[in-house]
């Protein structure tokens, strides 16, 4: 006899489905998409329709291989397409680019039994998967087309300063998008416009995401490069892809509880901001951001939320 039990009400009602949430989120990253496609030219825009196609095609053969429910329309796999290639810069080849597609969506995504149950972000995996196999072709990051540069390759404004580099490129330059980096992740401007887009929706709580962009950049000025309280602030916030990991990638988790929400901000932010201080990578977010997710399962059981009408133990 079945043990299961259908009681009446209350129950949460809404409109909302997943197909809509991920549109929002694939619009909310166009204004990231157009800026790529201004400061580095016309195959921003080839590669992104490339990543698209290969996530959304993965996805879809998967299924029907699998004989599971099609959904490969639900614009999940969109989303995944757009944030990997705006992670990768504009000179990274073809094939490198498709692997990581692959990657992300068979092996992250669907063999952990598809949208929902990945334990990690998939481009955010994705990224990294190309960073460990082909660090010289996703690291080579060239400078926009919009100022005059001397050389076609350049390290990006972290990169340059990590290596005791001069920090050549204003904050202003770094809030617009007229540095070397990754294609989407240059310019703060138009990510903080999406991100607001994207709050406006009530897609997103802007908590977390605040949360970690304070606990990065407080660490990294408190353990600064000359010693306590030397750092950068505005070099840490506006140099690297700190916002965009904030607005896109840390997001990726729901937590019921807000404290849960909260220490997972801080953990992650601890963990970027130490790898940004003590090792030789000058970033820190992909590492930071994927560690908080593997943890995610661990420190949800650390908050959760009282449930009406179940006696506190």
Known sequence: MSQTRVINGPHIRTDRTTRNVMMNVAISLVPALLGAIYFFGIRALYLAGLSITVCVLTEFFWQKITKKQVIAGD???????????????????????????????????????????????????????????WPGAVMQYVAPRTIEADAVSAATVLGAVKTGGEQSYSYLQMF?????????????LLLLVGFAYMCYKGIVNAEAAFTYIVTVVALTFI????????????????????????????????????????????????????IRIFSVYPEGICFGILTANCMAGMMSLLYKKHIYGIQKK
Do not use: H
């Not at 094939?95 to 039994?113: C, H, R």
């Not at 690297?240 to 607005?247: E, N, P, R, S, T």
């Not at 990726?252 to 997972?264: A, N």
């Open 75 to 133: 614009f999940s796999a969109v989303v995944t397409g757009l944030l990997l290639v705006l992670n990768m810069p504009v000179t990274v080849p073809i094939w490198t680019l498709v692997a990581a597609d692959v990657f992300s969506i068979l092996v992250v995504k669907q063999m952990f039994g598809g949208i929902g149950n990945n334990f990690v972000n998939p481009a955010l995996m994705g990224r990294l998967l190309t960073m460990v196999a």
């Open 176 to 188: 617009l998008g007229e540095t070397p980096g990754a294609m989407g992740e240059t310019s703060k």
């Open 223 to 274: 353990f600064g490069p000359e010693g306590f309280f030397t750092g950068d602030i505005m070099l840490n916030l506006f140099g690297g892809g700190l916002i965009m990991g904030a607005c896109y990638m840390l997001t990726d988790y729901v937590f019921v509880s807000r404290r849960g929400r909260i220490l997972y901000a801080i953990v992650a932010g601890v963990i970027t901001a130490a």
